[in-house]
């Protein structure tokens, strides 16, 4: 009889352990962090010309995330809001750091176009629910402007979730292209 209110015992325990484990709470709003940027070498011709941008994220109703036919006002692909993870492209030019337009060749239209890095984050849990939810988001972005003279950049992020709550904004380091 022993040995059974000791087991009855322990299991009680694990019920009152698992069952007053607190969730976490966040703010509504989207929070970001910037975790890490690593630079990524191309197998084949073993240059550098990406690198890998990680940002953490917390968000109280898990509301990030838009599909791709999430193309309606206010999402609409001219609109303020069709990108929800907004990347800014900066360099450092005698000392100062100056957000740069990045320009790219169109060989249909054969003019250039201006470029961005920002891209639309798919939901990260199904639109029907809410709950707290956080991660870390990383993206692959191009590093290399062959148009530019300047050796050092960075990256401004914010990130946008369905209801346009914007986040903090997060600045990555000084990123040095000596390679």
């Known amino acids: 009889m022993t040995k059974l209110r000791f087991i009855l015992f ?11 484990r607190k969730e976490e709470e966040y703010p509504l ?11 990524l070498q ?4 073993g240059e550098i010309n990406t690198g890998l941008l990680q940002i953490g994220y917390t968000d109280g ?5 838009l599909e791709q036919g999430d193309t309606s006002f206010p999402y609409q692909k001219s609109g303020e809001y069709y990108y929800n993870f907004i990347i800014r492209y900066y360099e450092q030019q005698q000392g100062e750091f100056v957000e740069v337009p990045l320009v790219r060749y169109n060989p249909e239209t054969q003019t250039y176009d ?3 890095f920002s891209a ?3 939901p990260l849990i199904p639109k029907d629910q ?3 939810i956080k991660g870390v988001i990383e993206d692959e972005i191009f590093i ?7 050796d050092t950049i960075k990256f401004e992020v914010q990130l946008i979730d369905r209801a346009l709550n914007k986040s903090n904004i997060v600045s990555t380091p000084p990123i040095i292209l000596d390679f």
């Open 120 to 122: 639309r984050i798919p």
């Open 10 to 20: 322990v299991i009680l325990g694990l019920i009152l352990i698992i069952g007053c």
């Open 114 to 116: 201006t470029s961005t």
């Open 61 to 65: 109703d898990g509301d990030i995330g």
């Open 42 to 45: 191309d197998s084949q011709t």
């Open 130 to 132: 809410t709950e707290a």
């Open 29 to 39: 709003e989207p929070v970001i962090n910037f975790e890490g940027f690593v630079f």
């Open 144 to 150: 290399n402007n062959p148009l530019s003279d300047y």
